[in-house]
């Protein structure tokens, strides 16, 4: 395989998530983490996943990677249950969970190495690309821990990007960033979702972030976590976080929401 | 240079007390000789060779032990980690086994092996792989649990990210633990070359016991100065530009 066709954004997936259920065993009891969810993903979709802490969002997040199973129900993936995970679903998690004893371009490398009919001349290529992608190029051999919280998330993009996944499913990946970095990321992740034509799930807890990002947005709410209320967030793209006409979507939503929050605003806000 | 500097105005000054001490006639010159002397004793046993053959034996035995510790430590130590029952079993006898001081397996050794090689290097494999396995499987332990799983999105099977994430990622403890090891295998060398004296090679406790026994303090303390030594130059060669490569990539270390 050349590094041209490597390079061309893989075909989206359509993802369906079919009577999801899962608890969990704990001291305190059992937890109902998710409690019969379905929910259908479209090709190219990008979908924002809100709700209060405990609502069983990153839960959902890793039955569709692949890395926890659920109780009963199953995630189809262009119609094919998900069982384990795969380079075709790559996550971003709220940590960077980059590896220390790497530096930034090994750490991308990491996931293209164990794809076949490359050669490492190749892998190189394809892995300078998406630090290019990500704006990391003038990075790509320092340490992790000499990169800022921003750049450390850029990071965890092009090493997700780089296997050419299909759907992106990212937690909460910009929570730990201070509001200027965030916003910088915004018109990247929605620029590189234009570009790259990835299947995005997005966990968040800002209800902005969600409208700013998503095409769709789910409510979730918790004990026992199920889907609450869907909105269709039809504004273009790119779209600006403070703009005037994304905050009247916000606030209609943070209104919805607020009726599952026990103590409306604590969690929540258009920030 | 300043870091140099200071070093070698404090050892000067050690020699100095030392000096002044024998000057002083405190202990006569049989307890404890002069600098000159034991200066004296070393350039001659560096120029007949004594000391380097000495050195060369004592060091081929620690190696060849340390590296057959490091050999067995390093997978006991990620096994003990990943199963439960590795744990129960090895993991515990690990644990008792490096409480006991490396100087309890000479008596043992010696019956097993009898006044031989075998008995030397028996005495540095126990002395090193205890420390070798915990610290290896503290190590794993402390592996923040979301690099296994980013590995595994990224399709790495369980023995790539064994060998490519869990144990990279607990480097910094395997590390230490090697170190430490290390000077535990030094130790125990030490006692075994003072204790059993073996016709195959004369190693630097064997000359330690030597000097002992002719009474020579010159000869007792050079050896003692050269063990330091040794041990100091490992240190600084060997151990220190790794630890100096972890703490710069993990961005960790002196603030
Ligand atoms: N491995 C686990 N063992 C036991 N309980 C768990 C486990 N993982 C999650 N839970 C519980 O399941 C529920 C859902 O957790 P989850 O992490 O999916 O929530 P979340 O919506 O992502 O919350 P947050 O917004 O705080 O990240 C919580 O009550 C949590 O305590
Ligand atoms: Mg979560």
């Known amino acids: ?271 | 240079m300043k870091r140099l500097l200071s070093s070698t105005i404090f050892f000067a000054a050690l020699l100095l007390v030392w000096h002044y001490l024998v000057l002083r006639k405190y202990w006569s010159q049989v307890l404890l000789p002069d600098p000159a002397a034991v200066w004296e004793y070393l350039k001659i046993v560096v120029a007949d060779g004594t000391l380097l053959a000495a050195a060369e034996v004592t060091m081929r035995r620690l190696v060849t032990g340390y590296l057959i510790g490091v050999a067995l430590g390093i997978p006991f130590g990620l096994l003990t980690a990943r199963f439960r029952m590795m744990e129960d079993t090895v993991g515990v006898m690990a644990l008792g086994l490096q409480t006991l001081p490396s100087v309890c397996w000479v008596p043992l050794a010696l019956l097993w092996f009898g006044q031989s090689e075998g008995a030397m290097l028996f005495v540095v494999v126990m002395g090193s792989l205890w420390s070798i396995i915990i610290s290896t499987d503290n190590g794993v332990r402390h592996v923040p649990p979301i690099y296994a799983r980013a590995a595994r999105t990224m399709g790495a099977s369980q023995f790539v990210t064994w060998t490519r994430v869990i144990l990279p990622a607990s480097l910094p403890f395997v590390v230490s633990g090697m170190k430490q090891g290390w000077a535990f295998a030094w130790r125990s060398l030490m006692a075994a070359e003072i204790f059993v004296p073996i016709l195959t090679g004369f190693g630097l406790g064997q000359l330690l016991q030597y000097g002992r026994d002719l009474h020579a303090m010159d000869q007792v303390i050079g050896v003692m100065l050269a063990i330091v030594l040794i041990g100091l130059l490992v240190d600084k060669l060997l151990f220190s530009p790794v630890e100096r490569f972890l703490h710069r990539r993990w961005g960790t270390g002196r603030v």
């Open chain 1, 1 to 271: 395989m050349s590094v041209q066709e490597e390079l061309q954004s893989a075909r989206p997936a359509k993802l369906f998530i079919d009577r999801v259920t899962k608890h969990f065993l704990t001291r305190g009891g059992k937890v109902h983490a998710l409690e019969d969810i379905t929910l259908q993903i479209n090709e190219g979709d990008f979908v924002c996943l809100v709700g209060p802490s405990g609502c069983g969002k990153s839960t959902l997040l890793n039955i569709i990677a692949g890395l926890e199973k659920p109780d009963a129900g199953q995630t189809l993936m262009d119609g094919k249950p998900v069982t384990q995970p795969g380079r075709d679903r790559m996550v971003m998690f709220q940590e960077s969970a980059l590896f220390p004893w790497l530096d930034v371009l090994d750490n991308v490398l990491f996931g293209l190495k164990f794809k076949p009919n490359l050669t490492s001349k190749e892998r190189r290529e394809v892995a300078e690309f998406y630090l290019r992608l990500v704006g990391l190029e003038e990075f790509a051999h320092a340490n992790v821990h000499e990169l800022s919280g921003g750049m450390k998330q850029r990071a965890a993009l092009a090493r997700a990007l780089a296997p050419n996944p299909r759907v992106l499913l990212m937690d909460e990946p910009f929570a730990a960033l201070d509001a200027l970095t965030r916003e910088q990321l915004y018109g990247d992740i929605q620029r590189i979702w234009a570009e790259r034509k990835k299947t995005i799930v997005f966990v968040t807890h800002n209800v902005r972030e969600a409208v700013c990002l998503g095409n769709r947005v789910v409510l979730f709410s918790p004990h026992p976590g199920r889907v609450r209320e869907e909105f269709t967030v039809d504004l273009p793209h790119p779209r600006d976080i403070n703009s005037v006409e994304l905050a009247g979507h916000a606030s209609r939503i943070t209104r919805a929401l607020s009726g599952y929050v026990e103590e409306p605003g604590k969690e929540f806000g258009a920030e």
